[in-house]
């Protein structure tokens, strides 16, 4: 199943944390390139000091990150600590082992984001994923001397603000500094890119590597677990990106859901969310929302983060959803988000081992009976020592997914997703093209009317690879298996 699932074409991963989509082997290797320290009991890494020498020193406890090169213990040691590798052995649950993996190899990944690009590029190629929507948060001195400006510093949100709060902190922000944010998180996103592709090998003088031929696009993610008026600022900066620089197609809450903040000022960040898409209304939003379960928050607490994400903040799509059957009134909940056609992320390793849901206590078919858009996703990846097609794997192991079912996901994935342009599908359920491509034959030649079409639109042509993809792939000669045949999925 494995090599038939490796080999299967698999649209977009629609969610995705850049930092947490980097193998732990990777985060070593950058710790050791940067002379950085390491503590040997807990395994988080600093930066070291410099010796009058100029020779990197690492003070007591911790050593220099190459040791663990050497030293076998040092280094499983690291790289379970840095993923969820034997995370039933830490001590911790799931839940803890994964979040607090970030904080301890986070130094590894500071002004990493082009090789960051570069590896997660080259797995989804390795994966027959042709688009990522990547999450990650382009901020630096410009967005600190912003926040730092006398006239942000006078602004303070209560619990509840009134809508003219938010007003007169977004002009603030607009009068003190946010342009040169702005300016200073496309720079950044400029040099990675660069290094991206140097190390993919893109340049025209050379061949190109296969994670050249993945369309990467991102979304601004805001910390929500930060101060509010740090979290206003984050989203004003990512709105903002957005409206100006096409390779942000939206933004994302991040940080867990069940922490103090994300809690206490969920509904306040859903008002925030609010206002600010009133303000810029084409920009996409993809919201993290019911990645809970039972007993990790209070009863009440379940019962209205996904509707308040589609309903106050008007999220276009929603990450985990898991849960949904807890919500108020969850099957008038499904019916809304169908009819809407909110996509719903479906990431099912991390949803194991992050909330123990799996097999019939995942919501999967509840979304899918519903009518409710779904994609499998990978979440975080690295930190999760997954892959796309492990995920398809506990589609088909887990969900009792079909081929049929998969081809729709991956279909799915695209239409949804925030690249730019008219999709092909003019009906999502049925996959009917759009009239330009009605006489064409999808995937394989294209009339001039439905080539024209496809010239004015990327997230078509995607779609269209995606389609010829298929057509090479179901050509080939696969084991027969009951229930999941390519060729029943045409």
Not at 427 to 448: L, M, R
Request: hydrophobic share 40%; net charge negative.
């Amino acid at each position: 199943m494995v090599a038939f699932l490796l080999e299967m074409p698999k649209g977009g991963d629609l969610h995705n944390h850049l930092s947490g989509s980097i193998y732990a082997e990777t985060l070593i290797e950058w710790a050791n390139e940067r002379n950085a320290c390491v503590d040997p009991k807990t395994y988080y890494l600093t930066p070291s000091l410099k010796l009058a020498t100029n020779e990197p020193y690492c003070p007591a406890p911790t050593v220099l990150a190459a040791t663990a090169l050497t030293n076998p213990v040092l280094y499983r040691s690291m790289v379970d600590a840095y993923s969820m590798r034997n995370w039933q052995l830490s001590g911790q649950s799931g839940h803890d082992h994964f979040f607090d993996t970030f904080d301890k190899f986070d130094a590894a990944t500071h002004d990493n984001i082009g090789p960051m690009l570069a590896e997660t590029a080259n797995r989804a190629a390795s994966q027959r994923e042709i688009y990522q929507e990547l999450m990650f948060t382009p901020t630096g001195a410009a967005f600190s001397a912003m926040l730092n400006s006398d006239a942000v510093k006078a602004i303070k949100l209560p619990d509840n603000a009134h809508p003219d709060e938010l007003v007169a902190l977004r002009q603030a922000l607009l009068e003190n500094g946010l342009a040169a944010a702005v300016k200073e998180a496309i720079q950044q996103t400029d040099e990675a890119e660069k290094k991206r592709d140097a190390l993919l090998g893109c340049s025209a003088t050379s061949k190109a590597g296969n994670g050249c031929h993945v369309t990467q696009s991102y979304l601004f993610q805001v910390l929500r677990g930060l101060p509010r008026e740090v979290v206003y600022a984050q989203m004003l900066l990512g709105f903002e990106l957005a409206k100006i620089d096409p390779r942000f197609v939206g933004l994302n809450l991040v940080m867990p859901e069940d922490y103090y903040v994300p809690l206490h000022d969920f509904r306040l960040h859903m008002a925030m969310m609010h206002y600010l898409r009133s303000q810029y209304p084409e920009v996409h939003i993809s919201l993290h929302a019911g990645e809970l379960a039972a007993g990790l928050v209070p009863p009440e607490d379940l019962r209205f983060h996904v509707r308040a994400s589609v309903d106050t903040a008007g999220a276009d799509r929603i990450g985990h959803g898991v849960d949904i059957m807890n919500e108020t009134n969850p099957d008038e909940l499904l019916d809304d988000m169908a009819q809407r056609k909110v996509l719903v992320e479906i990431c099912l390793t991390s949803n194991d081992t992050i909330l123990g849901v799996t097999g019939r206590n995942h919501p999967l078919h509840d979304y899918m009976r519903a009518g409710v858009p779904v994609a499998l996703a990978t979440d975080d990846e690295g930190v999760s020592r997954s892959d796309m097609t492990h995920e398809y794997r506990r589609g088909v192991e887990d969900q009792e997914l079909t081929y049929a079912d998969l081809k729709r996901m991956a279909r799915t994935s695209l239409q949804y997703a925030f690249v730019s342009g008219k999709p092909l599908w003019a009906d999502a359920i049925t996959f009917k093209p759009v009239s330009d491509c009605a006489g064409a034959k999808i995937g394989e030649s294209a009339t001039a009317a439905c080539q024209a079409f496809l010239d004015s639109s990327e997230k078509a042509r995607l779609q269209w690879k995606l389609e010829w993809q298929f057509r090479e792939f179901e050509a080939r000669k696969w084991p027969a298996k009951a229930g999941s045949s390519p060729a029943a999925a045409r």
